[in-house]
């Protein structure tokens, strides 16, 4: 099969991805073997090609396949396989395995799991023609999904779900999406569905235009080094950070109020955090099983906008690059 493989981590630059033949994996009895139609990328992988993740261990392994939205279908299947037929269109997402027996797996939070293996990460992923998945961790797509540009739902959307579940209950309050980029601006869409006024902070122009275009209420630029996030303090219940800066985290406690939330969904650093205010400060992750199934069938019925550009997959290289440099205003998808 062909796959671009990344070898060393380094600046994407000097093109780490390299273009390779690779033999094709196999099932085991529990697992299904997808042909790969489409597979987002993520800022998350630029950071970890680029080495900015080895303090965290990541990427564990190389060389590495990375990518981790994924939408394809199924080619193959083990003996076990139930409730799966060659054809079916199907998805996978960042959580490639999780143990089941741990408290956090036996209480619905699979995402969380300890000895949790990753797709594009711990094992091979999405930028290739073909993954193996395993039974439980794949998902069957709902009728109204593009297989081209719809695979960043299986890692964006899903991603930003979970942030807004975190935030409810929503109706009538007013939520801040600080980071309107490509995760943002898919909270902004359920943020709106569930019945909030949605403030989109965004210090890059285009995306604040297509913030509104999308539903948001308001369109706040906070200046480029978040400054001017003192103009809009306390109106907002809940703020959720798709920014990766500590100056878009102090915002955002700025922005919330007394008593309210702000949910990190980027790695940063807390500082001047006035305790007084009661804002309670929390982590968020990629979507759990229940969750994932919840947001493919909102995104389906309600018809979520991606606002997804595709790409050929020998071209993942100059993508991320491009994804580096803010050239791309939405998601990008590999077509494979």
Same mark, same amino acid.
């Given at each position: 099969?062909?796959? =671009?493989?990344?070898?060393?981590?380094?600046?994407?630059?000097?093109?780490?991805?390299?273009?390779?033949?690779?033999?094709?994996?196999?099932?085991?009895?529990?697992?299904?073997?997808?042909?790969?139609?489409?597979?987002?990328?993520? !800022?998350?992988?630029? #950071?970890?090609?680029? !080495?900015?993740?080895?303090?965290? *261990?990541?990427?564990?392994?190389?060389?590495?396949?990375?990518?981790?939205?994924?939408?394809?279908?199924?080619?193959?299947? !083990?003996?076990?396989?139930?409730?799966?037929?060659? *054809?079916?269109?199907?998805?996978? #997402?960042?959580?490639?395995?999780?143990?089941?027996?741990?408290?956090?797996?036996?209480? *619905?939070? %699979?995402?969380?799991?300890?000895?949790?293996?990753?797709?594009?990460?711990?094992?091979?992923? !999405?930028?290739?023609?073909?993954?193996?998945?395993?039974?439980?961790?794949?998902?069957? =797509?709902?009728?109204?999904?593009?297989?081209?540009?719809?695979?960043?739902?299986? *890692?964006?959307?899903?991603?930003?779900?979970?942030?807004?579940?975190?935030?409810?209950?929503?109706?009538?309050?007013?939520? @801040?999406?600080?980071?309107?980029?490509?995760?943002?601006? =898919?909270?902004?869409?359920?943020?709106?569905?569930?019945? @909030?006024?949605?403030?989109?902070?965004?210090? /890059?122009?285009?995306?604040?235009?297509?913030?509104?275009?999308?539903?948001?209420?308001?369109?706040?630029?906070?200046?480029?080094?978040?400054? %001017?996030?003192?103009?809009?303090?306390?109106?907002?219940?809940?703020?959720?950070?798709?920014?990766?800066?500590?100056?878009?985290?102090? @915002?955002?406690?700025?922005?919330?109020?007394?008593?309210?939330?702000?949910?990190?969904?980027?790695?940063?650093?807390?500082?001047?955090?006035?305790?007084?205010?009661?804002?309670?400060?929390?982590?968020?992750?990629?979507? /759990?099983?229940?969750?994932? /199934? %919840?947001?493919?069938?909102?995104?389906? %019925?309600?018809?979520? @906008?991606?606002?997804?550009?595709?790409?050929?997959?020998?071209?993942?290289?100059?993508?991320?690059? =491009?994804?580096?440099?803010?050239?791309?205003?939405?998601?990008?998808?590999?077509?494979?």
């Amino acid at each position: 099969m062909k796959a =671009m493989v990344l070898e060393e981590t380094m600046g994407i630059e000097s093109n780490p991805l390299h273009f390779e033949d690779m033999e094709k994996p196999m099932p085991d009895k529990h697992q299904i073997l997808i042909k790969i139609i489409s597979c987002g990328v993520c !800022g998350s992988e630029l #950071q970890m090609i680029e !080495g900015r993740w080895k303090r965290f *261990g990541s990427p564990p392994k190389l060389p590495l396949i990375p990518g981790h939205e994924i939408i394809g279908r199924v080619f193959a299947y !083990g003996e076990s396989v139930q409730g799966f037929r060659t *054809g079916d269109l199907v998805g996978m #997402q960042y959580l490639w395995n999780s143990c089941g027996k741990c408290n956090f797996c036996l209480n *619905g939070n %699979e995402n969380l799991c300890s000895s949790a293996s990753v797709t594009g990460e711990t094992v091979d992923g !999405g930028y290739a023609e073909y993954i193996v998945g395993n039974e439980k961790h794949v998902y069957r =797509m709902p009728s109204g999904i593009d297989p081209l540009r719809d695979s960043p739902m299986m *890692g964006a959307g899903i991603t930003a779900y979970r942030a807004v579940k975190k935030t409810m209950p929503l109706d009538g309050k007013t939520i @801040a999406i600080v980071g309107a980029g490509g995760i943002g601006k =898919m909270a902004i869409q359920f943020s709106k569905l569930l019945g @909030a006024k949605v403030i989109a902070v965004s210090r /890059n122009e285009a995306n604040r235009d297509i913030s509104l275009r999308l539903g948001a209420d308001e369109a706040f630029d906070p200046g480029p080094d978040y400054t %001017e996030a003192t103009r809009i303090r306390r109106t907002a219940d809940s703020v959720i950070v798709f920014a990766p800066s500590d100056k878009a985290v102090e @915002a955002a406690l700025k922005i919330c109020k007394k008593t309210g939330k702000v949910i990190l969904g980027v790695y940063a650093t807390v500082t001047d955090f006035r305790f007084t205010d009661e804002i309670e400060v929390s982590g968020t992750l990629i979507a /759990n099983i229940a969750e994932t /199934n %919840e947001s493919l069938k909102l995104m389906a %019925e309600h018809k979520i @906008a991606l606002d997804t550009k595709v790409f050929p997959l020998k071209s993942a290289n100059d993508v991320l690059s =491009m994804l580096k440099n803010s050239e791309i205003h939405g998601r990008a998808v590999l077509q494979i």
